[in-house]
């Protein structure tokens, strides 16, 4: 989990680990390799390292099986038939099994958000990211995209999340990062860093968004 | 809220519509009177009308071939331009800008003539000079709806969201894939009808050739005056043979917007509104995910004069919900 207050370099780190933003410095190593060099395309790192924005970014033009299977077919090659039976898997994987043909104008925000997760899970990624997923959601969806997120996490996926959902960041992180001024402030397990934080910014954040 | 304080007088509705019923017939009046003069109390001379829309008919066959000719011709040079003009390097940039402002900023006539002067010092190929001003023609229709339809399609793409463009990428999609795959999609839906209107000026504009001697409708319609004397009767045939292009061509195209229409792309819903004095009617229709229309919304809401905005607290809606093309018309 990382947290942070706004503009601290959250989101850009993200977009720097999936290379959306290419580094200035500094290095990102996916499995032990190094992947921000310049004989590694950025598109192959993007295809081992998923993405799920604050905004969903569902293609409006797509349907919902479409949106997960647009990357298997054009990305991977996978013919239409194989890539639709997955997506239909992975549909049902997130409870929307029944929204295949819905386009994204047609489902809440939750609704949205969890195809937006069956996207990023069609590419078999190594690491998803999810970028603030549930702060543009009402609140009576939230719980609904933090669910799928929590079965995620049980099931073993890696999983980098910025977020302002401090009590799902308490039961379900491994390891909690704060940053601020674009910058690491203190890491370590969520009893540490949420708890009992050391560095002084560090407390003021926490005194103020009380978990 | 409460009750209106102060109730204007509203005026007896057949009030209202006697004022449409005498504005239309007005119009008609003067234009008949108009009409009646300029044939000096002959009144129109429908049988030659009848007898001589024929000989429009070759006129007209190189006019829709020259506007489809330069059209499309225009729309791969217009989409490169506009292409260029989306990119971050400002040289590609540079020089779309300096294209399409050229092409825009000058009128269309000036560009013809400035043709054919050239065409006519340097004749390409020794043509003879039929083709010659064919080809004057056809390329200064070409080059001006270039700059047009350049326009439009930068508009186009730079509508489709940044936030597409990113999730696309962010599955793996290489430049090319996102724009074949998300960015184009998107992109031709919001360009269809400003590229319908293009395609509607560019068939006027071509009228302006008759003045390089080039055989197309309204150059016809001339020489049909010349022999006849008819001028009025032949200019309103001509007008008549423009509007039966124009007309129907965009009604198809706005068939095949709605046929093709996705939930949440382009433009989204059609508002009909009606205002009167103490309210304001909307109109939406509601399309199913196949894009046909299924049934037609209906929002009154009354207006609190008092306060100058809409009071939604009163507003009613109602919905009539039908399966086939009829419901398409107006409820009222």
């Not at chain 1, 032990?32 to 790192?45: A, F, H, M, S, T």
Request: glycine residues 8%.
């Amino acid at each position: 989990m990382v947290i942070g207050p706004s503009g601290s370099g959250k989101s850009t780190l993200l977009r720097c680990i999936n290379l959306l933003v290419l580094p200035d410095k500094g290095a990102v190593y996916l499995e032990g390799l190094q992947v921000n060099r310049p004989d590694i395309r950025p598109e192959w790192v993007r295809q081992q390292v998923g993405m799920v924005f604050q905004q969903f970014n569902l293609f409006a033009h797509l349907t919902a099986l479409d949106n997960v299977t647009l990357g298997l077919r054009k990305v991977l090659g996978v013919d239409p038939a194989t890539a639709a039976t997955r997506g239909r898997v992975l549909l049902s994987r997130v409870g929307l099994g029944h929204k295949a043909d819905a386009y994204p104008a047609e489902l809440s925000g939750g609704q949205q958000q969890r195809v937006a997760i069956a996207r990023a899970l069609a590419m078999d990624p190594k690491a998803v990211l999810f970028d603030e997923p549930t702060s543009a959601l009402d609140p009576e969806y939230i719980k609904e995209v933090l669910d799928v997120m929590t079965g995620l996490a049980r099931d073993g996926m890696t999983m980098i999340v910025v977020t302002h959902e401090m009590s799902f960041a308490k039961n379900v992180s491994k390891r909690v990062v704060f940053m601020d001024d674009g910058a690491v402030i203190e890491e370590g397990t969520p009893e540490e860093v949420l708890l009992h934080p050391r560095h002084e910014r560090a407390k003021a954040f926490m005194s103020k968004i009380l978990v | 809220m409460g009750p209106d304080e102060e109730k204007p007088p509203l005026r007896p509705r057949i009030e209202q519509l006697g004022e449409k019923v005498g504005a239309v017939v007005l119009i008609v009046a003067v234009f008949v009177a108009f009409i009646f003069l300029l044939t000096k109390d002959q009144g129109l001379d429908v049988g030659y009308m009848q007898a001589h829309w024929g000989s429009l008919l070759p006129g007209l066959l190189i006019t829709i071939q020259i506007t489809v000719y330069s059209y499309f011709s225009g729309m791969v040079i217009g989409f490169g331009f506009g292409w260029m003009r989306t990119l971050r390097y400002r040289i590609p940039r540079g020089l779309a800008t300096i294209w399409v402002e050229s092409f825009r900023g000058t009128p269309l006539f000036v560009q013809l003539l400035l043709l054919f002067g050239l065409f006519s010092y340097y004749n390409p190929g020794n043509l003879p000079t039929d083709s010659r001003l064919l080809l004057t023609g056809y390329f200064a229709l070409m080059l001006n709806t270039s700059g047009y339809q350049a326009e439009i399609f930068r508009a186009g793409l730079q509508s489709v969201a940044a936030g597409q463009v990113e999730a696309a990428k962010s599955i793996g999609l290489p430049y090319w894939g996102a724009m074949r795959s998300v960015i184009m999609p998107q992109a031709v839906r919001i360009v269809v009808p400003p590229l319908t209107n293009e395609f509607i000026s560019i068939l006027k504009a071509s009228s302006l050739l008759f003045y390089i001697a080039i055989h197309e409708l309204t150059y016809d319609a001339r020489v049909l005056t010349f022999a006849g004397g008819k001028i009025v009767e032949v200019y309103i045939m001509l007008s008549v043979t423009y509007l039966a292009l124009t007309i129907p061509l965009s009604k198809v195209v706005s068939y095949f917007e709605r046929r093709f229409r996705i939930p949440g792309l382009g433009v989204q819903q059609e508002r009909l509104t009606r205002r009167t004095r103490s309210s304001t009617r909307f109109v939406t229709r509601v399309f199913g995910t196949n894009g046909t229309a299924i049934g037609l919304v209906t929002a009154k809401v009354p207006r609190n004069r008092a306060a100058q905005r809409p009071n939604l607290a009163d507003t009613s809606i109602s919905g009539i919900f039908l399966r086939g093309p009829r419901m398409l018309r107006r409820p009222w």
